[in-house]
C-alpha cells in the first residue's frame, strides 16, 4: 500500500520568509497529490493539488512541485504571514484502492 | 451551503459506553468518509462510502466501530463499547467526485474522550 512520509514535523519561520515541506510517496502509480491546511479546532481544507502529468503548479504565495522519478513532491509558501500558521497534510492516492493517504503533518509557526 | 456538520463537537464519555457520531454531508455530494486524527497516527481513513454503499472499511479498528449511511446525506459512526484508546478527533468528510479527482469537504470534527 501507499505510505506517505512528511518532514519536517515542525517548522518556525519569521514573517516574509519561506516555509518548504516535503514529502515522500512510496507507491509509483500515485498520480494524485493534494495539499490540506488545517487551522486550530477546524478540519482540514483543500489549498492546492497537482498531478501526475505536471511537474509545478502555483496559486499565488503556493506552489507545489512534483518529481515522480524520486517519488517526492514539496509545498512552497512565500512572503510568510502569522495567518499561513496551521498544520499542513500532504496526500498522495493509493492506487489499487482510490484511498488517499495522508502524511503526519506539518506545524508550521509564522512569528510576526 | 452549509458544508458538512458533524454532531457533537465534543463528547466525554466513561468506558464501555455506545458513542455514536453523526455527520450530515453536502448536498448533492455522493461519496462519504470518517477519518480518525490522533497524534501518534495522525489522520486515518476508517471508511467510506460511494453513493451510499461501503466501498472500504478496512480501516475500521475493529468489530466495535460501525458506521452506516442510512440516506444519501446523513452517516453514522458508532462504537460500542467505547475504550480510552479510542479517544481522537473524528472527521467526516464528503466530495462530490472519487478521490483521486476532487476535493474532500471535512466537517469540523467531533473530539472524544473516552474516561
Known amino acids: 500500500g501507499e505510505n506517505v512520509e512528511q518532514h519536517p514535523s515542525t517548522l518556525s519561520v519569521q514573517e516574509g520568509d519561506s516555509a518548504v515541506i516535503k514529502c515522500t510517496y512510496s507507491?509509483?502509480?500515485?498520480?494524485?497529490f493534494p495539499w490540506y491546511k488545517q487551522e486550530l479546532g477546524k478540519g482540514p481544507q483543500l489549498i492546492i493539488d497537482?498531478?501526475?502529468?505536471?511537474g509545478e503548479k502555483k496559486d499565488q504565495r503556493i506552489a507545489v512541485t512534483l518529481n515522480k522519478t524520486a517519488k517526492h513532491f514539496s509545498l512552497h509558501i512565500t512572503e510568510t504571514q502569522p495567518e499561513d500558521s496551521a498544520v499542513y497534510f500532504c496526500?498522495?492516492?493509493?492506487?489499487?484502492?482510490?484511498?488517499?493517504?495522508f502524511g503526519t503533518g506539518t506545524r508550521l509557526q509564522v512569528f510576526p | 451551503d452549509a458544508g458538512v456538520i458533524q454532531s457533537p463537537r465534543h463528547e466525554v464519555t466513561e468506558m464501555g459506553q455506545e458513542v455514536t457520531l453523526r455527520c450530515k454531508l453536502i448536498s448533492g455530494h455522493n461519496s462519504l468518509f470518517w477519518y480518525r486524527q490522533t497524534m501518534m497516527r495522525g489522520l486515518e481513513l476508517l471508511i467510506y462510502?460511494?453513493?451510499?454503499?461501503?466501498?472500504?472499511d478496512s480501516g475500521m479498528p475493529e468489530d466495535r466501530f460501525s458506521a452506516k449511511m442510512p440516506n444519501a446525506s446523513f452517516s453514522t459512526l458508532k462504537i460500542q463499547p467505547s475504550e480510552p484508546r479510542d479517544s481522537a478527533v473524528y472527521f467526516c468528510?464528503?466530495?462530490?467526485?472519487?478521490?483521486?479527482?476532487?476535493?474532500?469537504?471535512f466537517g469540523e470534527g467531533s473530539r472524544l474522550t473516552v474516561l
Open positions: 497537482i498531478r501526475s502529468n505536471v
Open positions: 462510502f460511494n453513493n451510499n454503499v461501503p466501498i472500504d
Open positions: 468528510a464528503s466530495s462530490s467526485q472519487a478521490p483521486d479527482t476532487g476535493e474532500l469537504f
Open positions: 496526500a498522495a492516492i493509493e492506487n489499487n484502492t482510490d484511498k488517499l493517504i
Open positions: 507507491d509509483s502509480a500515485s498520480n494524485y
